[in-house]
């Protein structure tokens, strides 16, 4: 026994040292990071943060550049921090960075199926069948807006009832994006009261607040241990499967439902891909009912998190701004008058349209974004970034870039406007990414911020309750960076 303990107090130091030696070597064509060590990789590094944040990668990026590397574990990630650096990946390198970085959890959840996190082939037939259906469904146009209307409509009247008290917007709010979504992909909307509904908000929410946790570490660093363990990763899977059975059960009632001539929404669309491509039998095919599945989620929570919390920070920020609230309804005022705004406005309303791309960039609302992952060797500033290495192109750091950005922590409309106060359109503004893999519902969504935010602002004045100065601006620290809990009043604005 003595000489086992022994031969494994030597040994154990030797294959750690070994081992070491490996990771160095390894590193040396990887951009710069902190140095790694066997089992933590470079995690010491973010363990001396006092805590961890939005900041936490851009603080490292000025210490060892905007294209760094950190190495979980055994595995190197590379990270892309600052307008020039992501550009330079997602443009200038955009096949070579064109894959979704799977981590062994995300892997794990999605299977690598659907349009968000596929990859290769599948990526591209999903993610064009995706574009086709969106534009078929009327996104870009129309369709969308008078569906985008209805619920930005309904949300004014859930507010006008509150009669100017205090409230919580944030479920409302979440809702009404939700149904714009639900009606595109389902063909119906949910009530807020839908226990569905409630499921779904109660899994985002663990799901969101998972991502900064031990145990999501610990998955990515120990995925076989962990799938043998229980804990709250393996609440986070079984969420991830019950939301897949709402989509589940509506694909299956859409396959009972009488053909249209023309799609009525996302699945049904789907559906009719998938049967053209039954015939013609070819066995690579992904167009199927698991992509479906994914795809909806994809979609699904792709829209919700985004446009529901900028929507959600919008109410806070401005009810802390009076002067912004009146300018912009001022602005609406004398251009619109009584008429109905439609979305082409924004190209007339260039303070309102400035200030909600100062809100987006202001409390963008992804502490990361979705990694990607090299398809190819990638020769980028001197240095080798190998086949299948996860790249983050850190979106936050782009909006916050302060070679770019006169004031980047400060709300300031301001970034978009020039001296005669026209709307100026940023090219570091990459709210929605950039490059080929740029955000699917970009049209849609810029139209869902314009048409609920100005309804919203044409009828009440936001403000704090009584005896509450200013509503907290800060995002709550988790992976989606949503706003605190918060009530505000809605005061109408004939009152
Ligand atoms: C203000 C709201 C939104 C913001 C800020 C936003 C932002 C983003 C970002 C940053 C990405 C990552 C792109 C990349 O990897 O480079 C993305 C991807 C994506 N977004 Fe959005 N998004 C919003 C709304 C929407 C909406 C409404 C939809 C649904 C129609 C949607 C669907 C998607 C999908 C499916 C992807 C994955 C694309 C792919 O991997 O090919 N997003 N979005």
Same mark, same amino acid.
């Given at each position: ?89 997602? *443009? ?29 082939? !599948? ?28 619920? !930005?409509?309904?949300?004014? &009247? ?20 939700? %149904? ?12 807020? &009261? ?9 899994? #985002? ?21 962990? @799938? ?36 009525? @929404? ?8 998938? +049967?053209?491509?039954? %015939?013609? %039998? ?7 009912? +698991? ?7 994809? /979609? ?16 806070? /920020? ?9 300018? /912009?309804?001022?602005?609406? +005022? ?5 008429? #109905? ?34 398809? $190819? ?16 192109? #850190?979106?936050?750091? *782009? ?25 100026? !359109?940023?090219? &570091? ?12 519902? &970009?049209?849609?969504? $810029? ?11 044409? *009828? ?27 009530? *505000? ?7």
């Amino acid at each position: 026994m003595a000489e086992i303990q022994l031969s494994l107090s030597v040994l154990l130091p030797i294959l750690l040292l070994l081992y070491f030696l490996k990771l160095l070597w390894s590193r040396r064509h990887y951009p710069p990071g902190p140095l790694a060590f066997p089992i933590i990789g470079g995690l010491w590094r973010i363990a001396f943060e006092k805590e961890i944040d939005g900041m936490t990668p851009i603080k490292a990026a000025k210490q060892y550049g905007n294209v760094f590397t950190l190495w979980l574990g055994h595995f190197p990630v590379v990270f892309l921090c600052g307008f020039d650096a992501v550009k330079e990946g997602l *443009v200038d390198h955009s096949e070579g960075f064109l894959d979704r970085g799977l981590t062994p959890f995300f892997q794990k959840l999605s299977e690598g199926k659907g349009v968000g996190f596929a990859s290769g082939h !599948a990526w591209k037939k999903q993610r064009r069948l995706g574009q086709m259906a969106l534009a078929k469904l009327g996104v870009g146009k129309r369709i969308m807006e008078d569906k985008i209307e209805d619920e !930005a409509q309904q949300l004014v &009247e859930i507010f006008a009832s509150q009669k100017g008290k205090p409230f919580d917007p944030i479920l409302f709010i979440t809702n009404s994006v939700s %149904n714009v979504t639900f009606s595109l992909m389902y063909g119906y909307r949910w009530p807020v &009261e839908d226990p569905n509904f409630e499921k779904l908000i109660k899994s #985002n929410e663990y799901l969101s607040n998972f991502g900064l946790t031990i145990f999501y570490a610990l998955y990515e660093l120990f995925p076989s241990i962990m @799938d043998r363990l229980p804990g709250p990763h393996k609440k986070a899977m079984e969420m991830t499967e019950m939301l897949l059975s709402l989509s589940k059960e509506e694909i299956r009632k859409h396959k009972e439902q009488e053909p249209t001539q023309e799609p009525r @929404d996302f699945i049904d669309y789907y559906l009719r891909e998938m +049967e053209k491509e039954k %015939n013609k %039998n070819d066995p690579t095919s992904t167009v199927d009912e +698991e992509n479906l599945m994914h795809s909806i989620h994809d /979609i699904y929570f792709g829209g919700l998190g985004n446009s529901s919390s900028i929507i959600q920070f919008a109410i806070i /920020i401005l009810a802390n701004r009076p002067d912004v609230q009146d300018k /912009i309804f001022k602005e609406i +005022e004398d251009v619109v008058g009584s008429s #109905n705004i439609c979305y082409d406005d924004h190209k007339r309303l260039p303070y309102t349209h400035a200030v909600i791309h100062e809100i987006q960039r202001y409390r963008f609302p992804a502490i990361i974004g979705i990694p990607r992952q090299t398809t $190819r060797d990638v020769h980028m500033r001197g240095y080798i970034i190998p086949k299948g290495t996860i790249i983050v192109p #850190n979106l936050l750091s *782009v909006l916050l870039d302060d070679e770019y950005w006169e004031t980047p922590h400060k709300f300031n409309p301001n970034h978009f406007l020039d001296k005669d106060g026209n709307f100026v !359109a940023r090219k &570091e503004f990459l709210g929605f990414s950039t490059g080929p893999r740029s955000c699917l519902g &970009e049209n849609m969504a $810029r139209m869902e911020l314009f048409i609920f935010l100005t309804r919203l602002l044409r *009828v009440f004045h936001f403000q704090p309750p009584p005896g509450v100065k200013k509503l907290i601006e800060e995002p709550v620290k988790n992976a989606t960076l949503p706003p605190h809990p918060y009530k *505000v009043c809605a005061i109408p604005r004939n009152s």
